[in-house]
Every structure is written in structure tokens, then in C-alpha cells.
């Protein structure tokens, strides 16, 4: 389940999905499959990017106050 998985995680598993895809091996519907569990990956990357943002965009404002 990608909402549970790290940063890390997820995009390791999103480089090889994408290795795959790009290889050609495999049958058409398996890699529309991959590619739908990619695109979760990519908003659970996305998703884990933001709320670092949101934290160093706080930190920075704790700090000068």
C-alpha cells in the first residue's frame, strides 16, 4: 500500500517499474497495471515532497521568531 510506504520506498519501486515499462518486457495489460501503480507512486512521492516543504517552510518561520 504506497500511503504507508517512505519516500525511499516508494520511489525505488517507481524506478523499477519504470525500468520495466521501458524494457518492453511483458504483456500489454500487465504494464497498464504498472503503470497505474506508478502513478500512485508518483502522488505518494509528490504527496511525502509537500509535507517536507511545508515542514522546512515552518522551521524557517519558527526560526526567526
Known amino acids: 500500500d ?6 525511499e520506498q ?3 519501486e ?3 517499474i519504470v525500468k ?6 511483458g504483456e ?3 504494464m497498464l ?7 500512485t507512486l508518483v502522488k505518494r512521492c509528490r504527496d511525502l515532497l509537500s ?3 511545508q515542514q522546512l517552510k ?4 519558527d526560526d526567526i521568531e
Not at 504506497?2 to 519516500?7: E, G, K, Q, R, V
Not at 520495466?20 to 518486457?25: A, N, R, V, Y
Open 2 to 7: 504506497p500511503s504507508s510506504m517512505s519516500f
Open 10 to 12: 516508494a520511489s525505488l
Open 14 to 16: 517507481l524506478d523499477a
Open 20 to 25: 520495466s515499462i521501458d524494457e518492453g518486457k
Open 28 to 30: 500489454l495489460e500487465e
Open 33 to 39: 497495471l504498472q503503470h497505474a501503480r506508478g502513478q
Open 51 to 53: 509535507e517536507a516543504e
Open 58 to 61: 515552518t522551521t524557517e518561520v
